[in-house]
């Protein structure tokens, strides 16, 4: 039993080439990699260690960590009413730590008070202690030391926390020091690196995506108009489009930047502004090989409008290789936006980014911590290949549409 989907008949062109993209292995396999890139990036502060906004938590005594490391943080309560907030927008722009961690080597209780060793990279003839009160720890006070928590704290039992020194202590013991353990080690700031990592990503392929869509609504308009019209109307938006493409393009996106500003917005848009040329280019060229054909005349005969014309007749069957220049174009918007933030006219902190990240960490690559850049860096060569290997099993699969089927 088959299930029919509109536009893919049976002996259709489109089943034909889908079923070919789904016989192109290494298609299949860099669409599939890059489907879960996009999903854990979407995900976002839902599955980060470290869900503050931007993943910027520091501590600078765990800078440029190993793998795998792990330590004790204490969690003091931040004198503050705790912050409530709805999980989209968590998910979006994270959350807001109401409690400061303190990473610790030891500690003891003494009265009323936790006495911690500061955690410190090297052994110390004579460590560093702190001394808090419990009540500090476990509540949020304010000025005349009154709790102002909005939901009191309650011990395992779900009696409500006094203050009884044993319970409180239990408590903290349970609650408040907690092992952290870095999967990816620590940047030079003692960020984690796969929080980082991950909202990185989530900013690059955000870049890609709007980059290529103002690419897709500027190409594909011009390109549309200049190939339907001809005369005056190509003649203007191809000297146009031979301007933009005379300039070279990064030097183009960092002087759209200059003049938009610096930030996450401002790169897509320098991005997209200079995209648009190839998609024009490539619509130009099958629009004006099928504005001559039979159903096109058939479409003027029966009084269609010419918008009609071009956005529901023609263009649907010159949407193959716009396809495929996408994808390429995703890849470069990458590259262009990794470049930018390497150079410090993109993407700025503490928003992080994969390129941003090689720029912070770049310098370890001759010490002993080149995974600080090398991860950011692999992960820019990943996207990227399995974007050009999606593009090229595209390219392929549509070719059927250009073949005759007999």
């Known amino acids: 039993m088959f299930i029919k989907i509109k536009g893919f008949r049976e002996g259709s062109l489109n089943r034909k080439a889908l079923k070919k993209f789904a016989s192109d292995k290494l298609a299949m396999s860099s669409a599939f990699l890059l489907m879960i890139i996009a999903l854990i990036s979407m995900a976002g502060y839902v599955i980060t260690p470290d869900k503050t906004p931007y993943s910027n938590e520091q501590h600078?005594?765990?800078?440029?960590?190993?793998?795998?490391?792990?330590?004790?943080?204490?969690w003091i309560a931040e004198n503050k009413v705790t912050e409530t907030q709805s999980w989209i927008k968590s998910w979006i722009s994270g959350k807001v730590n109401n409690y400061r961690k303190i990473p610790v080597s030891g500690w003891h209780f003494s009265n009323d008070s936790i006495v911690v060793t500061a955690y410190e990279p090297a052994p110390a003839a004579l460590p560093l202690q702190y001394s808090f009160s419990i009540y500090d720890v476990v509540y949020a006070l304010a000025e005349d030391n009154t709790p102002i928590s909005i939901q009191p704290k309650t011990d395992l039992n779900g009696t409500v926390i006094s203050k009884d020194v044993s319970k409180i202590r239990k408590y903290i013991v349970d609650n408040h020091l907690k092992k952290q353990t870095f999967w990816l080690g620590t940047d030079r700031f003692g960020r984690d690196m796969l929080s980082q990592l991950v909202i990185g990503g989530r900013v690059s392929l955000s870049v890609g995506f709007i980059s290529v869509l103002i690419s897709l609504i500027l190409g594909i308009l011009l390109g549309s108009l200049s190939g339907f019209f001809r005369g005056w109307v190509?003649?203007?938006?191809?000297?146009?489009?031979?301007?933009?493409?005379?300039i070279p393009t990064l030097l183009l996106v960092i002087a759209i930047t200059f003049a938009l500003g610096k930030g996450f917005w401002q790169v897509f848009i320098a991005v997209g502004l200079t995209m648009w040329v190839e998609v024009a280019r490539i619509v130009r060229g099958q629009i004006m090989g099928l504005r001559e054909k039979e159903y096109v005349e058939a479409a003027r005969a029966m009084g269609f409008k010419n918008m009609r014309i071009i956005f529901k007749h023609i263009l649907p069957n010159a949407l193959g290789p716009v396809i495929v220049i996408s994808a390429a174009n995703f890849a470069s918007a990458i590259l262009i936006e990794a470049g930018l933030s390497f150079l410090g006219v993109g993407v700025q902190p503490p928003m992080p980014s994969w390129g941003t990240m090689i720029r912070e960490n770049y310098s370890y690559i001759i010490l002993d911590n080149p995974w600080l850049a090398i991860l950011p860096g692999l992960c820019i060569m990943i996207v990227v290949l399995t974007l050009m290997m999606t593009g090229n099993g595209l390219r392929d699969a549509l070719d059927v549409k250009n073949q005759s089927t007999g």
């Open 60 to 74: 600078l005594e765990l800078a440029a960590r190993k793998p795998g490391f792990s330590v004790t943080m204490l």
């Open 234 to 246: 190509d003649h203007l938006i191809i000297w146009f489009i031979n301007v933009i493409w005379s």
